[in-house]
């Protein structure tokens, strides 16, 4: 319970400093960030001070983040409306095509980077490439949820420097963002030519929402006097998880049966999280079938998703093993550096030429999702487009529901890490390459067509 109260408190102190500290809001650090540095600054501090931190101050933060990113991706079709593909692919199809290959660059780029130069210069663990990908794409929360894969393909500082990369994302997506912004002000590229300053309300500086306009949480499916609604969402998250724990067993036993699997551990070393992210879209399906009275609310799933990303992020930063990052700082600059280029490529030569329209709007939301968090990307584009007077933001929403299976921290995501532990970086990098090309392919097409 006492380290349930430390990293709640920690928190609390992370919403303090953003709404107190000005460079913190320009930032745009979420407060789950900023706690979870403090709390990182905290150990380390007082470990070097006074020796390690009683350990009833921070039980179970090391393994807590493999915990509740199984929770974060049961979540992610619960109370959505699922769409057909046919019905994505029209909307958004070359925004998807772009960020799949926004995404996929990012594995080239990493993964090639190690295998070709960082790797022989510096003797890299295999893995250290997919890094680049795992934080940028994937955010704070898969790469502490990867931690346990890590752990078991006998590599966990692979779960720091993933958490490295992430902060690193985090913070150059804002500034490299808004540098980008600026230059496409100045040089006329997006609709709205006021200073981008002006665009941003003060609520997205200091996070706090005025009481008239403060959204609703989510509705009620139930009567409190048979269940807490939220209670019974709790539920349906379980009953998520339920189904892709059950997933995980059938994998492993398929890993049984089949000897190159087995030979090496590739089904069982994959993680659960994307597997609960299925088992939330059986869920879903099974009441957009069976239940009537839609007891799912989208409002209430987003609070539980929302709720466990936050003690996630704060735990998951306070436990990186600063001495583990410290030996291999030089490589992750460089692979952070590198994968920075590699987005603001995406931004200034392949957008502006496969976008009819808004190509910068489109492509600084891609930027910020890619390399922070969807809110990331949804703050630059608010930026330069306050009024969504463009396509981006439906364009843009409409792409996640397809994307974020795969992509961000779903199931290519799980899959890459134990794939190059089995096989090794050359074929993942292969596959990788091949990805760029057949999205470009379809990109270009898309773009002739036009």
Not at 101 to 123: C, K, R, T
Not at 137 to 151: I, K, R, S
Request: with cysteine; hydrophobic share 55%; aromatic share 10%.
């Amino acid at each position: 319970m006492l380290s349930f109260v430390c990293l709640a408190v920690l928190l609390g102190l992370g919403y303090w400093l953003r709404r107190k500290l000005v460079f913190m809001q320009r930032l745009y650090l979420p407060a789950s960030v900023i706690a979870g540095l403090l709390g990182l600054i905290l150990i380390q501090g007082f470990k070097a001070a006074e020796g390690p931190l009683p350990a009833e101050w921070t039980t179970g933060w090391v393994k807590l983040p493999g915990i509740l990113i199984n929770v974060v991706f049961a979540c992610l079709f619960l109370g959505v409306n699922i769409p057909g593909v046919s019905k994505v692919w029209k909307s958004a199809s070359r925004q998807l095509a772009y960020g799949q290959i926004v995404a996929w660059g990012q594995y080239v780029v990493g993964i090639g980077l190690v295998l070709f130069l960082l790797g022989p210069v510096f003797h890299l663990n295999p893995l250290f490439g997919a890094v680049l990908p795992v934080g940028f794409e994937g955010g704070h929360g898969t790469a502490g949820g990867l931690g346990p894969v890590f752990d078991e393909l006998g590599w966990p500082a692979g779960r720091d420097f993933a958490l490295a990369s992430a902060t690193g994302g985090i913070i150059s997506a804002i500034i490299v963002g808004m540098g980008l912004v600026n230059w496409a002000v100045r040089k006329g590229y997006v609709l709205e030519k006021r200073p981008p300053h002006e665009n941003i309300e003060e609520e997205d500086w200091t996070g706090s929402i005025p009481k008239g306009a403060r959204p609703k949480a989510g509705h009620l499916t139930v009567s409190s006097d048979v269940i807490e609604s939220l209670s019974l969402h709790l539920v349906f998250v379980a009953a998520a998880i339920l189904i892709g724990i059950g997933f995980k067993e059938l994998l492993v036993l398929l890993e049984g049966i089949v000897p190159v699997l087995a030979k090496h551990n590739l089904l069982s070393s994959f993680p659960l999280f994307p597997l609960c992210m299925l088992g939330g879209l059986f869920v879903q399906l099974f009441g957009d079938r069976f239940d009537p009275n839609d007891h799912i609310d989208h409002g209430l799933t987003r609070r539980i998703q929302n709720t466990a990303l936050d003690f996630l992020v704060v735990a998951a930063i306070a436990t990186i093993r600063l001495d583990v990052v410290a030996a291999g700082w030089l490589p992750l600059v460089i692979l952070i550096a590198v994968g920075i280029l590699w987005n603001v490529f995406c931004v200034l030569v392949i957008a502006r030429r496969v976008f009819q329209n808004a190509w910068f709007e489109r492509s600084i939301a891609e930027m910020g999702q890619s390399m922070g968090v969807t809110a990331t990307g949804l703050l630059l584009l608010r930026v330069v487009d306050p009024d969504y007077k463009t396509p981006a933001a439906e364009a843009f929403a409409c792409k996640q529901l397809l994307h974020e299976p795969f992509m961000g921290g779903g199931l290519w995501t799980g899959m890459a890490i134990p794939l190059i532990a089995a096989y090794g970086a050359l074929p993942i990098f292969g596959i990788a390459c091949a990805a760029v090309l057949i999205w470009a392919v379809l990109l270009a097409i898309m773009a002739c067509r036009a």
